[in-house]
């Protein structure tokens, strides 16, 4: 299991999403919890740009995110993160989904 004071946030990542349309979302992570960023995935014919905030609660791991694309309802969820990869680390939604969080370059 990861130790709670494994990932910091704050910073610029890329989201790699488990699902069946190959979500990658980039994401901005502020000091102040704002979160900006772009979805691409195969359901959308361009990048899709996003923003909200974010709440890092080390002692259960969990990240909760809190946004909205311009035009629609506001979106969130939580992830609990589990381990680390090669390149960054693993966390899991309420579905079990997994997202592969990797430092942006």
Do not use: C, N
């Not at 909200?52 to 609990?80: M, N, Q, V, Y």
């Amino acid at each position: 299991m990861l130790p709670a004071t494994e990932f910091v946030p704050l910073g610029r990542w890329v989201m790699i999403v488990d699902d069946d349309i190959e979500t990658t979302v980039f994401l901005e992570m502020e000091a102040a919890g704002g979160l900006s960023g772009l979805v691409e995935s195969e359901a959308d014919d361009q990048p899709e740009p996003f923003k909200g905030r974010f709440t890092w609660t080390p002692a259960r791991r969990a990240l909760w995110l809190h946004f909205e694309f311009e035009d629609d309802e506001p979106e969130s969820f939580e992830l609990i993160f589990e381990g680390r990869t090669k390149d960054g680390f693993v966390a899991l939604d309420d579905e079990q989904v997994a997202y592969v969080f990797m430092p942006a370059t």
